[in-house]
């Protein structure tokens, strides 16, 4: 919670090693749940999704049934983050359906809300404000006044996004209410957030920079280095707004600043995204920090071709990386996007990139296959790549790269490295 990963990981790894030293299978599968919840935030999700099956089993095999929910709920939240939601929602059902059978209440109500927020998302309103609903009755009736003030925050954000302003602002306050009474900083925080974000759309930008102000000195007080730097990140947002890019420049860079100190590269990425779509005179350099990052932690497919298609249309189709990205892009949603409910349509768009570099070189269309391919072979792909990337990140660095494993089996690449030679291009002979 404080930010340090890697020993974090260190000391559960310990703990994992006693567990299996011991034999204490209930142990080791609570051991890989927790670790599989930091791997997630990383952005690793294929990992973390391994860690939590390897507990799930664990937990069936020992009959641990509560246990056995709470990791489905996890990895639901996760499957829907990566946009399958019919499959989230079905062990979002099996986790409440244990949980029913094993007097889980109070994971009932945490279940019943997460399933609303994505019920909320997909656009089925009157559904989701019925199952938080069930939820704060849950939370009322074990006297559960952390979860209500959450549960109260939530339905407050759909409420105002259907409009409804006055009503959201009465739940949010319920919810500072129940917050401050039984002193729970963070929550009061993350509340303030949520109403700044509302209020920031609603136009009242002075408002919301004054409500995020708040949440960023409660951050700051309990050492929250996450919510600070997610705080940063949307005030940054909120600068930008108003047209005052020095202000929005400054605090993006303070919040990829922070993302990068904790290693929450899941949020760092969509920071330096955010700096790279800027007017910033190295938002090349951001951008290409955002891409190697997102190759590296393979980061969800669709938002991986989102990046590298404005990458390529910031950098120009005939730039000397852009085939590189879009070939690295086109190879990750073949390997790690087949379960993708669009994983078809994803090809298609990563490979008419690829085309788009090899029409801007010039190249025969009856020499696209051959060309392509060159730009698909794994020993050469990443390595080029990475070289690339971080001759055009330079110094620019928010966190340490070596920090970063390198999934691709192949030699390690930094930028005092000697990159594979490119191949040899059609019509841009002599160019850099």
């Known amino acids: ?168 602002m009465s739940l949010w306050e319920q919810s500072l209410q129940i917050l401050k009474a039984i002193g729970d900083a963070k929550g009061k925080a993350t509340t303030l957030n949520n109403m700044a974000g509302f209020v920031a759309q609603q136009g009242d930008i002075p408002r919301a920079m004054k409500l995020w102000e708040q949440s960023l000195q409660i951050q700051e007080d309990i050492g929250n280095a996450q919510g600070k730097a997610a705080t940063l990140s949307n005030m940054g947002w909120a600068a930008g707004q108003t047209g005052n890019r020095e202000k929005e420049r400054t605090l993006y860079i303070q919040a990829a600043q922070a993302f990068g100190e904790i290693q929450a590269f899941g949020g760092l990425i969509k920071v330096v995204e955010n700096l790279g779509a800027s007017e910033d005179p190295v938002a090349d350099r951001y951008l290409a920090q955002a891409f190697w990052l997102s190759t590296r932690l393979r980061a969800p497919v669709a938002g991986l071709l989102n990046l590298s298609g404005f990458f390529v249309k910031e950098l120009g189709a005939e730039h000397a990386v852009s085939p590189w990205i879009a070939g690295a892009t086109l190879a990750l949603i073949q390997i790690h996007g087949q379960e993708h409910p669009e994983a078809q349509q994803l090809q298609q768009h990563a490979g008419s990139l690829l085309l788009h570099c090899a029409a801007e070189r010039g190249i025969p269309k009856e020499d696209w296959p051959d060309w392509i391919q060159t730009y698909l072979n794994p020993q050469l792909l990443f390595p080029t790549l990475f070289h690339h990337l971080e001759e055009m990140i330079g110094d620019t660095w928010f966190f340490d790269p070596a920090l970063v494993p390198n999934p691709f089996e192949q030699q390690p690449t930094s930028s005092n490295d000697e990159a594979p030679a490119p191949p040899p291009e059609g019509g841009e002979a002599g160019a850099g």
């Open 1 to 168: 919670q404080q930010g340090d990963i890697p020993r974090a990981m260190s000391l559960w790894e310990q703990s994992l090693q006693i567990h299996e030293d011991i034999g204490d299978a209930q142990g080791k599968a609570a051991t890989l749940h927790q670790m599989a919840g930091i791997v997630a935030q990383l952005g690793d999700i294929q990992r973390a999704m391994s860690l939590w099956k390897q507990s799930l089993q664990i937990k069936e095999a020992i009959g641990n049934a509560q246990g056995k929910a709470a990791t489905l709920s996890n990895m639901a939240g996760i499957v829907a983050q990566q946009g399958d939601i019919p499959r989230a929602m079905s062990l979002w059902e099996q986790s409440l359906q244990i949980l029913k059978a094993t007097g889980g209440v109070k994971g009932q109500a945490t279940t019943l809300s997460n399933m609303a927020g994505i019920v909320a998302q997909q656009g089925d309103i009157p559904r989701a404000m019925s199952l938080w609903e069930q939820s704060l009755q849950i939370q009322e009736d074990l006297g559960d006044a952390q979860g209500k003030a959450a549960t109260l925050s939530n339905m407050a954000g759909i409420v105002a996004q259907q409009g409804d302003i006055q009503r959201a």
